[in-house]
């Protein structure tokens, strides 16, 4: 009896260590899928948190600096403005849509920070799994046509 | 026509399922053999039907006919013929006549080879898995048909998702896990069977060990081919990311994997009878709710989920599954009743418990990982993601307890070892893997994780060579055999069991290149003008041309760098963009030059319009190379163990054409030596 007793109690304990740990862990590693909105309905709370921020990337905001990598750019939706700032070159989607101030959707990583600004580490253009025909599909070799004028090395996949 | 066609074999699969099962629970409880018999052959009828169905849908994808609703779902002309094939389980409705044909393959596979065999759980296994059929054939007959007729029939169709059609690895991985997923409704029909009829000692376990193996097999070599998938496809250098699709594959392999641990005790000790039947239920249920959440749109959001009738259908199937599971369970307690296992702490019996109840912990870890965001999202209505983190931070200690036990276990003797056979076998792994250790931080290995992964590593290794060399240098005392001889008479003797140190052999190699790749990855960004290059860690990076091009069902659009070393250039790496035409998207493709050391990756992350830039990421990624052969071994380990149970060995006499292929001198099988 004493020997189920202490290994009852180990499992018990071994139980409520991992589900310490899974949980803590859990609540760390959280990641908030918000649009602007309610970004900014979080007031003070939104400050660091880790978020997905979700949104139509505003028309004619897009500041890119080629030299210094800096992007910035305004996410919105039906009830807020967020500026976001992040680092590095932006997909080609994102830049082909904006230089042609065509809709587009984008989600970034990162979190609000104390200046108003949303630092992002990771822009990615939005997407489902389930896509969608494009409204502009018609369009859409504009963009690399120069690029056929080499065709002799296109052949070579 | 081919819409008829497919409706009658799918509605003949249904009804041919159901009647099946019920005449196979209706002789289970008379116990006629004749009923039996007759449950065998409703199993072949709907193997039968089940692939006219999907030949049918083949003969429909390859005939572009889009009066058929997958075909007008997925297919197009322009899509060459081999992704046109393939396509066949890019969908959701296709996925699951594919899941159909497969379950099955399998049944009518179980139910032929053991037709003269296990004549008391027959019966019950052939019922549990038609109905399992019936289940899938109800979904394709009702809310997943994919022979729905279309009217008007469209001149084209938009083609499949072009993530799909990027690669042909997309023709390989999916397969494979489906093989696996599918093939784990087996051994759940064994267990099930088990418990109806009340036999839950040895002989289901004997059953059903191959019936494990295959798909178990088939799913490790389904997971690392999709890790190697996103690797060559998705772009960002990385292979696992925590992503809910990857848990629903990994989620019944852990469960599949405690198990093959865990019936090994049952068979040796006569004990774990519940908890065998506890797992085998979890791993069927697991890789449902798998094929749930990524089949359902739950994903996406909790109320895509609810305004299909899948979602609903397999919630349904669950549930059912684990309350009958469950009641037959507490119905057959007195029989389940076991002697308790351990006799001493440093024995085998206890690797395989903790081995077992971390693979449970791990289950639940990622289990939890995986549903918090639809649970908080049902219950509380936000959007929540579970960042990589939370599942790196909680499976890197139970990865690296498993990797000890690993060693460890398999040079424990079962019951109770003795302080001298522990010294002879611990001294010289554990003096080696110490050195081993000191060497690395002395060459600089300042990354305490990753260093002592290294050193469990080569602990690991050490403890799985013994198991190989005290025996075959026991064999050449004992016999004077050469060394191949040797090591060919001890490995035949026990294919099973070496079979699986050689899995764990490559469990370790897979180990060393997740942890080195994850510890030592370099990434970088530039910006090229053609002609220029840039120099990152040991290699340069030219950018040469960028130019666009037309294939059948795409553009692209291409850029050519030449990448060595120093001075000079070794090669040329082409990553691409693709257009396709139903896609706002462009797909990028990276180019990937593989070394043993480390392989540079680079992905075209942008161009400009006029061609006077291109942007590239390139990513230095140590060892990777060495997960894909790390699971190659795995595979190739797993099926030596297999070629000793039934089918392989009875058939093709394994044992003889494996030793010939070692050893060019006859030797006798079956010799008893040291072991």
């Not at chain 1, 919105?76 to 809709?103: K, R, Y």
Request: aromatic residues 12%; hydrophobic residues 50%; glycine residues 10%.
């Amino acid at each position: 009896m004493n020997k189920k007793l202490t290994l009852a109690i180990g499992v018990l304990v071994v139980v409520v260590v991992f589900g310490y740990f899974a949980f803590g862990g859990l609540g760390r590693s959280l990641v908030y899928f918000w649009t602007p909105s309610e970004l900014l309905a979080e007031g003070d709370a939104a400050y660091g948190t880790s978020v997905r921020l979700g949104g139509m990337v505003e028309p004619g905001s897009v500041r890119w600096d080629a030299e210094t990598q800096d992007l910035r750019f305004r996410l919105v939706d039906e009830g807020g403005i967020v500026e976001v700032q992040s680092v590095g070159v932006p997909p080609q989607m994102f830049l082909e849509a904006t230089e042609h101030n065509q809709p587009i959707g984008a989600v970034v990583e990162g979190s609000l920070t104390r200046e108003g600004v949303f630092r992002a580490t990771n822009l990615m253009v939005k997407h489902s799994e389930e896509y969608r025909a494009p409204q502009h599909a018609g369009e859409k070799d504009e963009y690399y046509r120069e690029l056929f004028e080499d065709q002799g090395a296109g052949d070579g996949s | 026509m081919t819409s008829t066609i497919g409706y009658i074999s799918v509605g003949g699969a249904l009804l041919l399922s159901l009647a099946g099962a019920t005449l196979a629970f209706v002789g289970v409880r008379t116990g006629n053999p004749g009923m039996a018999r007759l449950a065998r052959r409703a199993t072949y009828g709907v193997f039968g039907l089940a692939t006219l169905a999907i030949g049918t849908m083949v003969y429909a994808l390859v005939a572009h006919d889009f009066s058929v609703s997958y075909v007008a779902q997925v297919g197009s002309r322009s899509t060459p013929l081999f992704y046109t094939v393939i396509s066949l389980w890019s969908s959701l409705d296709g996925s699951i006549l594919f899941w159909g044909w497969i379950v099955a393959g399998y049944s009518a596979a179980v139910v032929y080879v053991y037709r003269n065999r296990h004549r008391g759980l027959m019966p019950a296994v052939t019922g549990t898995l038609l109905a399992v059929n019936a289940f899938f054939w109800l979904l394709l007959a009702w809310p997943a048909n994919p022979f729905t007729p279309v009217w008007p029939v469209p001149a084209d169709g938009p083609g499949p998702n072009p993530l799909l059609q990027n690669h042909p690895f997309m023709g390989l991985h999916p397969p494979l896990l489906y093989l696996g997923y599918v093939g784990m409704a087996v051994p759940f029909a064994f267990g099930i069977a088990a418990l109806v009829t009340g036999k839950v000692g040895g002989d289901w376990i004997r059953a059903v060990r191959r019936w494990v193996m295959a798909p178990w097999i088939f799913l490790t070599a389904g997971i690392v081919a999709g890790a190697w998938w996103s690797y060559e496809v998705l772009g960002w250098g990385g292979y696992w990311a925590w992503d809910p699709v990857e848990n629903a594959s990994f989620l019944p392999w852990l469960t599949a994997t405690a198990f093959l641990h865990s019936i090994m005790v049952q068979e040796r000790r006569q004990t774990l009878k519940t908890w065998n039947i506890l797992l085998v239920i979890a791993t069927f249920v697991l890789t449902l709710f798998g094929t749930f959440l990524t089949r359902s749109g739950i994903l996406e959001s909790v109320h895509a989920f609810s305004e299909g009738l899948i979602g609903p259908f397999f919630l349904g199937f669950i549930a059912l599954v684990m309350i009958v599971s469950l009641a037959l369970v507490v119905w057959r307690s007195d029989e389940l009743r076991s002697e308790p296992a351990l006799d001493s702490i440093a024995s085998r019996e206890t690797a395989f418990l903790l081995n077992n109840l971390l693979f449970v912990a791990f289950t639940f870890t990622v289990l939890l990982g995986t549903m918090y965001p639809i649970l908080a999202e049902a219950a509380r209505g936000v959007k929540v993601s579970v960042g990589a983190p939370y599942f790196n931070q909680m499976s890197v200690p139970i990865a690296l307890l498993l990797i000890f036990l690993l060693g460890v276990g398999p040079a424990l003797p079962w019951r109770r070892g003795s302080p001298e056979l522990l010294r002879k076998k611990f001294l010289w792994p554990t003096a080696v893997a110490l050195l081993a250790g000191v060497i690395l931080f002395a060459l600089g290995a300042r990354h305490l994780l990753t260093l002592f992964t290294l050193t469990l590593a080569v602990l690991a290794t050490g403890l799985i060579v013994g198991e190989f060399w005290l025996p075959v240098k026991a064999r050449r005392q004992n016999h004077g055999e050469g060394l191949g001889a040797a090591l060919a008479t001890v490995v035949n003797k026990n294919r099973r069991r070496h079979g699986g140190y050689v899995v764990h052999l490559g469990v370790i190699v897979m180990a060393v290149g997740i942890a080195l790749s994850s510890t030592y990855r370099a990434e970088t960004e530039a910006t090229l003008r053609p002609g220029q290059a840039v120099a990152f860690e040991d290699y340069t990076v030219r950018l040469d041309s960028l130019y666009a091009g037309r294939e059948p069902h795409r553009d692209f659009v291409e850029a050519a760098f030449s990448v060595g070393s120093g001075g000079s250039y070794s090669g040329v790496l082409r990553p691409r963009l693709n257009y396709y035409p139903m896609s706002t998207q462009p797909i990028g493709t990276p180019a990937v030059r593989t070394r043993p050391r480390e392989d540079l990756y680079l992905s075209l992350m942008a161009y400009a319009q006029n061609g006077s830039t291109a942007t590239v990421n390139i990513i230095v990624n140590p060892m990777v190379v060495w997960i894909w052969v790390g699971g190659g071994i795995c595979v190739f380990g797993a099926l030596f163990a297999i070629s000793s149970m039934g089918f392989v060995a009875e058939r093709f006499g394994g044992r003889k054409k494996k030793t010939a292929r070692e050893t060019p001198k006859p030797v006798e099988a079956g010799v008893g030596g040291a072991d």
